[in-house]
Each structure stands twice: as C-alpha cells, then as structure tokens.
C-alpha cells in the first residue's frame, strides 16, 4: 500500500502475522512495516527472532504466500516447523504465465495435483499436467517442483482439515478489513501512526474471533498423532 509520510509518497508494506492457537481462535502476532516486495531472510528472520524472544515458543505449520526468504529464516530460528506454501497463491503465480483463453483449462488441470488423495497421486498428477503443458507453458511445472518440499505437508492430512493448512485466506480477510480502515485516512505523519490505526482496529476486529475455525477438533487429533511432545491433548 502507498502511505504518504511526511508530504511525500513512500511505497512501504504492512506485514501481518497470524496465528491459531491451541484452542483454535485466530491471534494476530504482530505488524511489521518494510519495503513493498523486498523483504528477504533478513527482514524474516528479524521478525520471526522478535516473535521467540516475546514468548511465541513453538510454531507447528507455517502458512506463506511465497515471501522471499521466509523458509529459510523460519528454519533458523523454528528449525522443526512445517512450512506449507498457499497454494492458492501458488496457482495465481502460475496463471501469470497463462493467457486468459488457457487460464480456465491450466486451472483445472492444477486441481487434481492438490486435490490428489496422496502424495504419490499427486506426484503423478504434476507428471501428468507437465506432459500436457510444458510445450506452451514450461514456467508452471517448474514453480510446482522448485516449491515441491513446501507443498507436500498437506498430504499428511484429510480432506477437511487441509483447507486450514493450504490458504492464507484468513490473513486475506484481515487484510482486508485494515485495507478499509487505511483508506479513511490520505495523509499519516510517520510510520508510527500507520502502526496505531491498525492496532485499533485490530481490537474491533479480534472482538469476532472467540469461536474456533471449521474442523479444529478433527485437526488437534491428527497433530497430536504427528507431534506428540509438542502437541500434547491432555495439556
């Protein structure tokens, strides 16, 4: 987003963190202001370092739109975490490469790949989609297989669940709702402000946020089958 600051226009992004809890409620982490599209491992690795040293002990499954530099900072400092890239994100970034007479077909054939009951069905899924594709458009398989190690994560759960794990959309929506609260003001005097007004609304906003999301019963259980020290039921 543009923030005029001090009578000049600087190109400058807000960064959100969200989290859901052990009780299955949404928490927002923290507001981060950096250049717009040029944060890498170091700015990741800031962020995520101040997160630890505020309390947040253990992260499970990380859910990211493909930020620069985020795998690898999150492995610095979370070194057991599961990093699971949007695959939304993933299919817009590929529909990039796509005209819009092809986009529809590419679409769905992409389905079947994420969509696939297992990890080998999906395998064979992505084989599939390359042999049908790679002639008009090579780019998109090879996004798929360079991104292949934080894509799989989902397999390792049911259907119901895996839409909690492969969207950002609930970052989306949120957003959302402070892209609404950011237009009512033209002009801020300092980056500081920016902070302030979104913290306020971010108070109005959590006020909605005292149910757990869809299917968070049938998630604990399967996270206490794959993280048993860390993830615990009884605790």
């Keep these: 987003m543009n923030i005029k600051v001090s009578g000049r226009v600087s190109k400058r992004a807000v960064y959100a963190a969200l989290a859901i809890n052990r009780e299955g409620t949404k928490v927002l982490l923290g507001l981060w202001i950096g250049e717009a599209e040029a944060e890498g491992a170091k700015f990741w690795l800031k962020v995520l370092t101040d997160l630890k040293n505020r309390g947040l002990k253990d992260i499970l499954i990380a859910c990211c739109d493909g930020l620069n530099g985020f795998p690898k900072a999150i492995e610095t400092v979370y070194p057991h975490t599961q990093v699971q890239l949007c695959i939304v994100h993933l299919i817009r970034n590929c529909l990039r490469y796509v005209p819009w007479k092809d986009s529809r077909a590419v679409a769905a054939d992409l389905k079947p790949i994420y969509r696939a009951a297992t990890l080998e ?70 980056e500081m402000a920016v902070i302030k007004l979104m913290y306020l609304a971010m108070r109005n906003i959590s006020k909605r946020w005292t149910r757990p999301i869809k299917n968070w019963k049938a998630a604990t259980s399967h996270f206490a089958i794959l993280f048993p020290e860390r993830f615990p039921l009884n605790s």
């Design 121 to 190: 069905e999906a395998e064979t899924a992505l084989d599939d989609f390359a042999a049908k594709w790679d002639n008009k458009y090579p780019a998109i398989s090879q996004i798929w297989i360079r991104h292949w190690e934080n894509v799989v994560p989902l397999f390792d759960y049911p259907m119901e669940i895996r839409r909690v794990i492969y969207t950002t959309n609930a970052i989306e929506s949120l957003n959302r709702s402070l892209r609404k609260v950011i237009k009512t003001k033209a002009v801020f005097p300092n």
